[in-house]
């Protein structure tokens, strides 16, 4: 089977991030995860997607009055001196289960199917999937404690890059983060734009980026006193570098 099929790829890597790819299957596709950088990158960016719902929720206690009325909803106005029934046990054994901080983790479910069905019904099963990534050059620097700190893609014959920080840069004063793409043979790097010190920003390509990134393995920053105009070299070492891969 060829994993690396673009949609085939995509599947897998959407369903290997969300948790829901197991047994044989996950086994074999954390072996090309070894072996493969694109489907690597790939899993990256789906991590990325879903990061939205690493949501935090305040731990909070529901009201005794709102147990009260689910009661009395459920069975009726009880009476003083009879038994809980079986479904008043049940209840109240529910009741212990979700009191204090067990309540988060329900109420973190429940959020994460609602972004589900509101942000990726195709995740679901609810409508057709129409969200495949688009064939793009995608790189993920690391920096030097092997830290994700960059990512930046463009679409494989687009004419802009977008550069995302996943942490903020200490670039020192005086000096911009330049970014650099390295040809696979070893040859010179080639100045490719300024990336800011946090957020996100799109640089303008002179070419697109099939042509500028073909050739390219990895891509890489440097801080420089000024931005370094075609045909320039670093001036000192890589801050940050990283694969630079084809995902399609």
């Known amino acids: 089977m060829n994993y690396l099929m673009p949609e085939r790829l995509d599947r897998l890597a959407r369903e290997y991030a969300l948790g829901t790819l197991a047994g044989p299957a996950r086994r074999r596709f954390e072996r090309v995860l070894q072996s493969s950088p694109a489907a690597s990158m790939a899993v990256d960016v789906w991590r990325q997607r879903l990061a939205v719902l690493e949501l935090s929720t305040v731990p909070k206690q529901p009201p005794e009055a709102s147990w009260q009325q689910i009661e009395r909803r459920l069975f009726g106005t009880p009476q003083p001196l009879q038994a809980p029934s079986g479904w008043q046990r049940l209840l109240l054994a529910l009741r212990g289960l979700l009191s204090g901080r067990t309540i988060s983790g329900?109420?973190?479910?429940?959020?994460?199917?609602?972004?589900?069905?509101?942000?990726?019904?195709?995740m679901l099963g609810l409508e057709?999937?129409?969200?495949?990534?688009p064939a793009s050059y995608v790189g993920l620097l690391l920096d030097a404690g092997g830290k994700p700190t960059l990512v930046a893609s463009s679409r494989r014959q687009g004419r802009q890059l977008?550069?995302?920080?996943?942490?903020?840069?200490?670039?020192?004063a005086g000096q911009v983060a330049q970014l650099w793409a390295l040809p696979k043979d070893g040859g010179a790097p080639l100045a490719v734009g300024v990336v800011p010190a946090s957020g996100s920003a799109r640089i303008a390509l002179p070419d697109t980026s099939e042509k500028l990134f073909f050739t390219v393995s990895q891509l890489a920053v440097s801080f420089e006193p000024a931005a370094v105009p075609a045909g320039g070299a670093p001036s000192g070492p890589f801050a940050l570098i990283g694969h630079c891969v084809k995902v399609w």
């Open 162 to 172: 977008t550069v995302k920080l996943l942490q903020p840069l200490a670039v020192p």
């Open 106 to 122: 329900a109420l973190a479910g429940l959020l994460l199917c609602a972004v589900l069905v509101r942000v990726a019904p195709g």
């Open 128 to 133: 057709p999937r129409a969200d495949a990534l």
